[in-house]
């Protein structure tokens, strides 16, 4: 699928810098959902969480199409070569599906962190934390600005 024809909202801060695209919402966890058809929203990483998280080496989502998944319950993992991390949902509904051309080309993750890089879909509706690009913003300048502060004491 090629996203590169949306609006996106430039953001840089010290030494990190991304294009956020402005049609999807954000949650504080660094996730980010994009509505399709039908109720469906596809959820992913936000290149500050893969940031984070360093390469991706591998992922596993453990919950089955179908089923009744709440926002905040850990639905899989996510190892990088910085972190591991559980994946925890983001959105109220049924589970539709885990991206699987991610077990043949899991880099995507880092490369295309708001296209092809997804990690799951879900029929329902984000978790009510979950905000606009801008607010994003707000928050991504928050947390960095606690860790160049944390840096300061450490040093």
């Not at 591998?58 to 899989?76: F, H, L, M, S, T």
């Not at 509706?125 to 606009?132: I, K, R, S």
Request: hydrophobic share 35%.
């Amino acid at each position: 699928m090629n996203h590169s024809s949306q609006q996106t909202l430039h953001y840089k801060n010290s030494h990190f810098a991304t294009q956020l695209p402005i049609d999807y919402l954000y949650s504080p966890s660094h996730c980010w959902a994009a509505q399709e058809e039908d109720g469906v929203w596809r959820i992913g990483f936000t290149k500050f969480a893969t940031r984070m998280l360093g390469e991706i080496v591998d992922y596993k989502v453990e919950v089955e199409p179908r089923v009744i998944v709440c926002a905040g319950q850990p639905i899989g993992w996510i190892e990088g070569f910085k972190a591991m991390s559980d994946i925890f949902c983001i959105a109220n509904g049924e589970f539709v599906q885990a991206n699987v051309q991610l077990h043949e080309q899991i880099d995507f993750v880092n490369k295309s962190p708001y296209g092809d890089g997804w990690l799951y879909k879900i029929r329902g509706q984000p978790d009510m934390n979950c905000a606009d690009a801008q607010s994003y913003v707000k928050l991504l300048d928050q947390t960095i600005a606690r860790m160049l502060e944390k840096q300061h004491d450490q040093e």
